[in-house]
């Protein structure tokens, strides 16, 4: 149980297009989701915390205008790549906390690639 | 501020060794700690979760512990094999509603049959 299911897995996209992510918490109700992003042999670094119903709250040197989060069901939340450019090729991936353990589970991550 | 240390940074062992995998948080003041594993350009899987009132968790051939006065956890896989390869996180969650996860920077861990 607990799964937050990422889509795409991976997306190769033009640069100056956007690209959305999706995350959804397929079993339990996802009230906060977490953003991440994650450059080769790093760790993860939090970009945004999402709450529903609520604008998101953004980490320190990450652009809004850039990452836009959506989080309009306890069930869905969205990342949106605007005017992508190759610095923003990245592994992202979306987390939520399941209140029920007092756990997090992670989605499957998605590998953006800006040609 | 709470940070969250991993060593080491990456360990070798020939298949059949038991090993430990450290981590040391900075403030003890927790809600809980969480032992993932990443596979290469995979996401996170979630291994052991171990609540702040808790000593230990067991899972398989994994073992968590956690002394949270002391800061420490420790994962321990015994008999390891090949498809143990991978890197394992730490993270602490912070006491308090809404809050993301600390990571530690991780371990890796190539298993050699």
């Known amino acids: 149980g607990a799964v937050v299911s990422q889509h795409p897995s991976w997306v190769i996209c033009k640069s100056g297009t956007s690209v959305k992510i999706e995350c959804r918490s397929l079993?339990?109700?996802?009230?906060?989701m977490f953003w991440y992003r994650q450059f080769p042999k790093q760790s993860l670094m939090l970009m945004a915390t999402?709450?529903?119903?609520?604008?998101?709250?953004?980490e320190q040197g990450v652009e809004k205008d850039k990452f836009l989060i959506n989080h309009a069901s306890l069930t869905l939340s969205t990342l949106t790549v605007t005017s992508a450019h190759p610095e923003d090729s990245s592994f992202y991936i979306c987390?939520?906390?399941?209140?029920?353990?007092?756990?997090?589970?992670f989605g499957s991550g998605t590998r953006l690639t800006v040609v | 501020k709470q940070e969250v240390t991993q060593i080491p940074a990456a360990l070798s062992v020939p298949e059949g060794e038991n090993l430990v995998l450290n981590c040391s948080f900075t403030?003890?003041?927790?809600?809980?700690l969480q032992w993932f594993r990443q596979d290469p350009g995979k996401g996170l899987t979630s291994l052991l979760l171990?609540?702040?009132?808790?000593r230990e968790q067991t899972s398989g051939r994994l073992n968590a512990s956690l002394d949270k006065s002391s800061g420490r956890s420790t994962l321990y896989i015994a008999a390891s094999q090949p498809g143990d390869s991978a890197t394992y996180l730490c993270?602490?969650?912070?006491?308090?509603?809404?809050?993301?996860?600390?990571f530690g920077k991780g371990t890796t861990l190539s298993v050699s049959s």
């Open positions: 987390s939520a906390v399941v209140e029920r353990i007092g756990g997090y589970t």
């Open positions: 403030d003890s003041a927790i809600y809980n």
């Open positions: 171990i609540q702040s009132s808790q």
């Open positions: 999402s709450n529903e119903g609520s604008k998101a709250t953004y």
């Open positions: 993270a602490v969650r912070p006491i308090g509603a809404g809050t993301a996860l600390i």
């Open positions: 079993d339990f109700q996802a009230t906060t």
